[in-house]
């Protein structure tokens, strides 16, 4: 079936250092969410990307999709502890199954205080 | 506030027992899904449903089935629990998106942690 791949699948950083986690599709995506899952908690939607190219900023949070369509990213700049958690992507394929999201992996952040 | 709600925090059965998971929602929304989580795989789709009495299967449904009979409520249904699936199972729900740039959300409920002794 179609993937969406993340990476990387663990990432420690020092507080204030930045932060970045990829994802990419082989096939085009129509959108990409992204979520935030705290230690113990449920995902949470941050944010939906639809433009080729497109940029948005939550804050200290950038994200980005691909001229393609095919791959985003989230960048933190100067990360805090209470950035801590597990970030997935979630792509919306075009066609057939386009009603469902089909999640990355996930990549864990541990920010050292 | 968009309330998904699990029927249990942490279950514990036996193997060969049929389980029950329930989810319900508030906010009157077509679509619900159920996922399980592992550890290293991420969130896998089990089933979803956009419209009462309607299913589709995710990409890893054997072994499970699923009832949506009135639209605020998704069931879960293990027909025969095997230790395989011992996991996190959370339940979401959104509505369906009337254009490609609409933002269907999808909120999680904060999931059942089944064990299968």
């Known amino acids: 079936g179609q993937q969406v791949m993340q990476i990387p699948q663990y990432q420690h950083v020092q507080e204030g250092e930045d932060f970045t986690t990829y994802c990419n599709s082989s096939t085009t995506l129509s959108n990409i969410q992204w979520y935030k899952q705290r230690p113990g908690g449920h995902p949470v939607f941050l944010i939906q990307?639809?433009?080729?190219?497109e940029v948005k900023k939550q804050k200290r949070l950038t994200f980005q999709f691909g001229e393609a369509k095919k791959n985003s990213s989230l960048h933190i700049t100067a990360t805090q502890t209470t950035d801590v958690g597990t970030y997935f992507c979630a792509g919306r394929f075009l066609g057939a199954g386009s009603y469902q999201l089909t999640f990355g992996k996930g990549t864990k952040l541990s920010v050292i205080p | 506030d968009v309330k998904v709600t699990q029927s249990s925090r942490y279950l514990v059965k036996r193997t060969g027992e049929k389980v029950f998971l329930e989810c319900v929602q508030d906010m009157d929304h077509e679509n619900m899904f159920w996922y399980r989580q592992d550890p290293g795989l991420g969130l896998r789709l089990i089933y979803f449903?956009?419209?009462?009495?309607?299913?589709e299967k995710g990409d890893i449904p054997e072994g499970y089935s699923v009832s949506r009979e009135k639209k605020e409520r998704f069931s879960l249904i293990l027909e025969s629990a095997s230790t395989n699936q011992t996991s996190m199972y959370l339940c979401?729900?959104?509505?369906?998106?009337?254009?490609?740039?609409?933002?269907?959300?999808?909120?999680f409920g904060p999931g059942t942690r089944l064990t299968v002794l």
């Open positions: 979401a729900s959104s509505f369906w998106p009337t254009g490609l740039a609409i933002t269907d959300t999808q909120y």
């Open positions: 449903s956009y419209d009462v009495k309607m299913k």
């Open positions: 990307l639809v433009k080729s190219g």
